[in-house]
């Protein structure tokens, strides 16, 4: 079981907005930032967010951030096709002493 | 940004060990942190543990604590990520990442390209 909780799946139409949600503890997202992750798959993660709400160059603004006490989420507004991937969030575990991760969200553009 | 390639897919036996190798490139090694995660088929992610070059300190996950070595060799700018023991569950594919920001607040920056581990009889 992933330290961190994620819906399994999420899906969307083309230009809707979409929300993926992340749920720990104090231990983890309560204490310290939040990570987010997209996973095309069959290919190697690619950090999307940061730092609970930054974004590294090259990541389209349509992707959002944000983080309250022990819950973050990632909004994606514009849905395109080429979204459809597998998203993660993380976070460092206080009491693990190292990053944890969510399952994974599933995202489906239907 | 620094390009990760790490070395090919592997098939091991129950018990044996396997080592990992992931090389940089376009960056300044030793001043870099390096993370190994893995993906078990169909899974999610799971922190194995990461090192300092330029410090030479590791840290492991106390999941793997005893079974798990990382190293880094700064003349060849290359990570390596040694697992003994392996049974079945170790089956993943086994990613390098450097890690980017300080300690609690850093993330995977840049990962390879991934290498499958499959552990079978």
């Known amino acids: 079981q992933s330290v961190l909780t994620q819906p399994p799946s999420a899906s969307g139409t083309p230009g809707q907005r979409v929300t993926i949600s992340c749920s720990g503890s104090?231990?983890?997202?309560?204490?310290?930032?939040v990570n987010w992750y997209q996973q095309v798959p069959g290919t190697a993660p690619k950090i999307l967010i940061y730092s609970n709400d930054q974004r590294p160059s090259g990541v389209p603004d349509r992707f959002s951030g944000s983080k309250s006490g022990t819950s973050a989420s990632l909004a994606i507004s514009g849905l395109q096709s080429e979204d459809e991937a597998d998203y993660f969030c993380s976070s460092w575990d206080d009491s693990l002493n190292g990053p944890v991760f969510g399952g994974g969200t599933k995202l489906t553009v239907l | 940004q620094v390009q990760l390639v790490q070395s090919g897919a592997e098939v091991k036996k129950p018990g044996s060990s396997v080592k990992v190798s992931c090389k940089a490139s376009?960056?300044?090694?030793?001043?870099?942190?390096f993370s190994w995660v893995r993906q078990a088929p169909g899974q999610g992610l799971e922190w194995m543990g990461r090192?300092?070059?330029?410090?030479?300190?590791?840290k492991y996950a106390q999941k793997f604590q005893g079974r798990v070595t990382i190293i880094a060799d700064k003349s060849t700018s290359t990570a390596s990520m040694e697992l003994s023991s392996l049974r079945s569950e170790d089956t993943a594919v086994y990613y390098c990442a450097r890690d980017v920001g300080t300690h609690t607040g850093s993330y995977h920056g840049d990962w390879g390209q991934g290498t499958l581990v499959t552990v079978s009889s």
């Open positions: 376009g960056g300044t090694f030793s001043s870099y942190s």
């Open positions: 104090s231990s983890n997202i309560g204490d310290n930032t």
């Open positions: 090192i300092i070059p330029i410090l030479g300190i590791t």
